[in-house]
T-cell receptor, first 116, second 113 residues
Framework: DTGVSQDPRHKITKRGQNVTFRCDPI?????LYWYRQTLGQGPEFLTY????????KSRLLSDRFSAERPKGSFSTLEIQRTEQGDSAMYLC??????????????FGEGSRLTVL | DAKTTQPTSMDCAEGRAANLPCNHS???????VYWYRQIHSQGPQYIIH???NNETNEMASLIITEDRKSSTLILPHATLRDTAVYYC??????????????FGAGTRLFVKA
């Protein structure tokens, strides 16, 4: 399967610990997005990369959150000093960035974080 | 991007058509209507999108009113596997610089046997 893959699928951590999630997008996609989703809510936009450049960050992305996409391929999302409010599903999506692009996002299955 | 209004939940009998409405009265001329769905414990899945003409693909049909202030997603023969949250989104066309897709709370569709 050559879809978007995320790792780990589940992470349980204690408050104050750091966690890192990885996203491998579809190989020919140059755009990559991170979203966060809490129970009963739709996904909330966090940040967006075009190739290795991070072009926008949501105000939801506090200083404890950092995302990278060092070579324009895979991306990591790190949360430092986790808080219980960080418990959520973290979703990664990728897309084409070409002129004829239709706007379709391809999502991974997400990484579920539980902060105790 | 324009905001959308969707019912919180809907029921549909298996084998019948599911008609999911969406209001987007503040939509701009350069904004498209997109539909995604999210089955439990999975990431959202793109279904269909359109500007002003009705669209159909293997998954669904999209009917957009002439004034573009509302639309309806139609699943012609709903199955139990169509039980999911359906999101209606309006956004500018990516080739005009738009890149961000903003999700609302969506409509939770229950398909019943």
């Amino acid at each position: 399967d050559t879809g978007v893959s995320q790792d780990p699928r589940h992470k349980i951590t204690k408050r104050g610990q750091n966690v890192t999630f990885r996203c491998d997008p579809i190989s020919e996609h140059n755009r990559l997005y991170w979203y966060r989703q809490t129970l009963g809510q739709g996904p909330e936009f966090l940040t967006y990369f075009q190739n290795e450049a991070q072009l926008e960050k949501s105000r939801l992305l506090s200083d404890r959150f950092s995302a990278e996409r060092p070579k324009g391929s895979f991306s990591t999302l790190e949360i430092q000093r986790t808080e219980q409010g960080d418990s959520a599903m973290y979703l990664c999506a990728s897309s084409y960035g070409l002129a004829f692009y239709t706007g379709e996002l391809f999502f991974g299955e997400g990484s579920r974080l539980t902060v105790l | 991007d324009a905001k959308t209004t969707q019912p919180t939940s809907m029921d549909c009998a298996e084998g019948r058509a599911a008609n999911l409405p969406c209001n987007h009265s503040t939509i701009s001329g350069n904004e498209y209507v997109y539909w995604y769905r999210q089955i439990h414990s999975q990431g959202p899945q793109y279904i269909i999108h359109g500007l002003k003409n009705n669209e159909t693909n293997e998954m669904a049909s999209l009917i957009i009113t002439e004034d573009r202030k509302s639309s309806t997603l139609i699943l012609p023969h709903a199955t139990l596997r169509d039980t999911a949250v359906y999101y209606c989104i309006v956004r500018v066309a990516p080739n005009t610089g738009g890149f961000k897709t903003i999700f609302g709370a969506g409509t939770r569709l229950f398909v019943k046997a």
